[in-house]
């Protein structure tokens, strides 16, 4: 892919719930206060109609997924683009033990509870330059056969907005059916904000170690760990992925695989932050990360 003229920042995590988007958000807002136009992209998100009740509500408000994160980011720009924000967003449902009982595969439960993949019963994309739409795939097949709660009335509302929904009849891996449609949807939303915004906050997925289904030059990879934030050189850690896996190999390569290539520039004390907290909050109190990052930006 092609060089393009704004800033790319990775803001990746070094476990799966160490708040990569409270310290997103906080950057998102301590750049746009310094009047530096910030755009902000979370290429895949997962949203649980179970536990992400804030996200699934304002999904039913819209009539299509978003994700917490945009959810969040909204707080400090009201009139926010959701699908520019979120591309690609799975919604997934807790599995029906009793139906895993009953067949007598309790086994088969844990698996469906411990990877979200398997319990997806809806994909959101949009496609904002080639159809100009967004497209719902809505997993018929897991819904058949009972093995997850899935809301039917809920399922309704989050996809009246949606221009499209394809039903999957068939069993298919989740994962390698992303690959096939999620590289272009995400692809046509970050061409879209570079040629609005001067920087560009990629949001990763979980632990992953790319945040993306393509290659993409980085400027600047903030890894997020519980008290911390390490700042990497862009081209050291794009190449680190390439030593260790691929651009493409987003569902196994992850931050902690790659620690031991890399040195980070700096590291940054975190002081413990909240969702509840005023964003204003947050950018105070992570002022010498937002500052270290502006000197960056216009060095």
Not at 257 to 278: G, K, V, Y
Not at 282 to 296: C, G, M, N, T, Y
Request: net charge positive.
């Amino acid at each position: 892919m092609s060089r393009r003229l704004a800033v790319n920042i990775f803001v990746l995590g070094l476990s799966p719930k160490c708040g990569k988007t409270l310290i997103a958000s906080a950057l998102v807002k301590g750049l746009l206060d310094r009047s530096i136009r910030t755009g902000f992209i979370k290429p895949l998100s997962l949203v649980d109609t179970y536990i992400d009740l804030v996200a699934i509500n304002r999904s039913a408000d819209l009539g299509y997924p978003v994700s917490t994160e945009a959810v969040q980011l909204s707080e400090i720009n009201p009139n926010l683009d959701y699908d520019l924000v979120n591309p690609v967003v799975l919604v997934s449902a807790p599995p029906r033990l009793d139906v895993f009982l009953e067949r007598r595969t309790p086994s088969t439960y844990f698996a469906y509870v411990n990877n979200p993949f398997k319990r997806v019963v809806l994909v959101k994309t949009v496609f904002p330059r080639s159809i100009g739409a967004r497209i719902g795939y809505l997993y018929e097949w897991l819904l058949a056969r009972k093995l997850v709660y899935a809301d039917e009335g809920i399922l309704q509302e989050i996809t009246r907005n949606i221009h499209r929904v394809l039903k999957i009849n068939i069993h298919v891996d989740v994962e390698s059916f992303l690959r096939n449609v999620m590289a272009r949807a995400i692809m046509e939303v970050y061409e879209k904000l570079t040629k609005k915004q001067r920087v560009i906050i990629i949001e990763g997925f979980s632990e992953k170690a790319w945040p993306l289904p393509f290659p993409l030059k980085p400027d600047i990879v903030l890894v997020v760990a519980e008290g911390s934030v390490l700042m990497f050189n862009g081209d050291r850690y794009a190449t680190a992925v390439a030593v260790k896996g691929s651009y493409s190999d987003m569902s196994t390569l992850r931050t902690r695989d790659l620690i031991s290539l890399l040195n980070p520039n700096r590291i940054f004390h975190t002081p413990p932050l909240s969702p509840l907290e005023l964003v204003e909050s947050r950018v105070e109190k992570l002022s010498e990360l937002i500052s270290a990052v502006v000197d960056f930006i216009e060095a």
